[in-house]
Nanobody, 125 residues
């Protein structure tokens, strides 16, 4: 089993920044990719960003590209989501997720095997 523990959410003013962390434990050797998703009230969960566990390849949703950065410290079993220039429409519960097999559907939540508990990000106008 893989356990994912998220931190870093909170309340921030528009234009501000937050850095989310997701610490993985357990069978981390099985992780192929780590992703971030978010879900706003009344909306379905949407893809935000994904990174290979090697920390090289990344992909972003168009809505966050240029503002958010996903990364991994190669010395740690932790991935980060640096969020800059935050907008009120970024308000959502943010989840980290891990996939343990190769898949082309990296932007689909159903492709992921493990999920964190979610952390609330609220951006005020």
């Amino acid at each position: 089993q893989v356990q994912l523990v998220e931190s870093g959410g909170g309340l921030v003013q528009a234009g501000g920044s937050l850095r989310l962390s997701c610490e993985a434990s357990g069978s981390t050797f099985s992780i192929v990719r780590m992703g971030w998703f978010r879900q706003a009230p009344g909306k379905e969960r949407e893809f935000v960003a994904v990174i290979r566990w090697t920390g090289i390849d990344t992909s972003y949703a168009d809505s966050v590209k240029g503002r958010f950065t996903i990364s991994r410290d190669n010395a740690k079993t932790t991935v980060y989501l640096q969020m800059n220039s935050l907008k009120p429409e970024d308000t959502a519960v943010y989840y980290c997720a891990a996939v343990t097999t190769e898949t082309l559907g990296i932007m689909f939540g159903r492709s992921y095997d493990y999920w964190g508990q979610g952390t609330q990000v609220t951006v005020s106008s």
